[in-house]
């Protein structure tokens, strides 16, 4: 299976933003080790990150003329906002597994309600970096 992650604005920042919330690696090391099992799991990952919600918007909507057979999205802050981001997500014909790091319910007000969420097949969160392997290895279900 092709799974694609996407990671959306501060994404980039993760090993020196917040670590308190978002953990000490990176993101070149989170995906390190994701790749590392997907391999045992028989799985291809790819990953983008962009502070540009056109870009994501654009990767969602080629993603399946890419070959991608289900996407791993963190939006990052767009996920409370960006009903534009909301509608790529729908639009995708591949699956999308939307995870956060943290617990977005249990933060600020303004972080609690998700756009995004109602048009993925699954939601992860508040697992920091192991929310990334838990969707891959959900693979299978969401897939089916």
């Known amino acids: 299976m092709n799974v694609l992650y996407l990671f959306g604005p501060n994404m980039g920042a993760l090993g020196q933003r917040d670590p308190d919330t978002y953990g ?3 993101l070149a090391e989170i995906m390190q080790d994701v790749e590392r099992r997907a391999v045992e799991l028989g799985h291809t990952v790819r ?3 962009s ?3 056109g870009d994501l918007i654009g990767w969602l909507l080629s993603a399946p003329d890419e070959g991608v057979d289900a996407v791993v ?5 767009l996920a409370h ?3 534009s981001l909301r509608d790529a997500v729908e639009a995708c014909s591949a699956p999308v597994i939307e995870v956060h790091m943290s617990n977005i319910y249990a933060r600020e007000s303004f972080r609690q309600t998700s756009v995004i969420s109602a048009v993925c097949r699954a939601t992860i969160g508040g697992l920091g970096a192991g929310g ?3 969707a ?3 693979m299978p279900w969401i897939t089916s």
Do not use: I
């Not at 999205?73 to 802050?77: F, K």
């Open 24 to 26: 000490s690696q990176t």
């Open 51 to 53: 502070d540009h919600e």
């Open 132 to 134: 990334y392997h838990l």
């Open 81 to 83: 906002q960006s009903y």
């Open 47 to 49: 990953w983008k990150q």
């Open 73 to 77: 999205l963190n939006p990052g802050a």
């Open 136 to 138: 891959l290895e959900a």
